[in-house]
């Protein structure tokens, strides 16, 4: 609508975050400005993440927030996107009466027609696919489709919009269903898009001024769609979105080990602007819980794998996830990750509690048996190590040089700019001038550097480090 403000805050995965950026522009493209202030918009949109009953708590002490918003004015539409969405609309609406809308993920492209709705009828006004069960219809997946591709296709960046950097999704939905795991159930069986889609995409974003994209999915290894009697993989997408000019990096995520083939690894070494790392979670390192959790793999079947990762690219970089506490894990399973961790020798790892998700199998047939307490432990434990062998490695980085990606001010230099700007005067204790971005194997690097190297490819030469964070000089001819 011309005139009306809109305010949309994201919470979840990468998924999500392309997400809204795609809802934003269909919104923009009809009138909707943008605003940073949720107390002052005619619209507030959360983008939701149900993975884990932590994420869910914050989506509704976010909406609680807006009550007193909303009753100062009535007028305002406050709506709930994505996976929760899909998940618990009734519980949405029951806890939350302030909430006017929700829309499934796998609805997204009707979000400014219940916009519509709810302004026109002031009713509730919902969107949510049918289709999130083993006993989907060939038409019911075809419609769902349908909806997905025209939120992809509908992609269309704000001209002062940061495309550095940007998502392409090559693939939604997942078919594992994991025992612990929602997604299949609120983002409905896999699919792939075409791989013309793709490359069009990633053309319009590179002539938009992206120079690194990364390709994401559920499953993003198991990509493989139809194209001339053929199938097209995800190493076949790899090399070709390599190959549109001004993409100067590419990298894919998330993977899954049960689905990965050698020609992906081939790519990584073969191909330049594919870079050097691969998040891969494994959960655990005992083959009884990866059983209980039905992965498709055993812990010696996922060390294969990084040894074969390691022989195609030997300096690869891996990052990987882990659940702590899951249903019935014992002191020794546990241990049994923390050896995993020294085995593996992971660049950075993503460590979660487990919580039981409503409708998963776990949470129909499992005991949630492990205290929360036991689970903090365990959960400190493991990031306690995967520190100590951080830091261990990134010392050995001193000395070397980088190729960065320069994304912008760091952290902290906004902060002392915004801190000037406030006070009127110099911050002497921070530096304003600390750029930072990400090598090709994902780490973050800060440094000293001028404005105008923003957007460009830096050599930095790594003069000292932390376990997250490296810390070096450009090297200027």
Known sequence: MQGSTVYLETMGCQMNVLDSELVMGQLRAIGYR????????????????????????????????LKKPKKDNPDMIVGVIGCMAQRDPDGIFGKMPHVDLVCGPGELNKVSALLEEVRANRTHAIALSQSMSRRNTVLQRALEHDS????????DPAPDENLLQAYVRVQRGCDKFCTFCVVPFTRGPERCRPPAQILDEARMLANRGAKEVTLIGQTVNSYVHPENSRPVRLADLLVRVSDVAGIERVRFVTSYPGDFTDDIFEAMRDVPKVCEYLHIPVQSGSDAVLKRMRRQYTVGQYIDLLDRAREYVPDIAVASDFIVGFCGETQEEHESSLRLIERCRFKNLFVFKYSPRPGTVADRHNHDDVPEDVKRTRNIELLSLQERLASSHNQTLIGTTVEVLVEGFSKAALKAQEAEQLRGEEVAWRRTDQLAGRTRKDQIVVFPGKPEDIGLLADIRINAVTALTLHGEVVRD
Do not use: M
Request: hydrophobic share 45%; with cysteine.
């Open 34 to 65: 943008p605003v940073d202030d949720a107390a002052k918009a005619d619209v507030v949109l959360i983008n939701t993440c149900s993975v884990r009953e932590h994420a869910e708590q914050k989506v509704l002490s976010r909406l609680g927030a």
């Open 148 to 155: 997905v591709e025209a939120l992809d296709l509908s992609r």
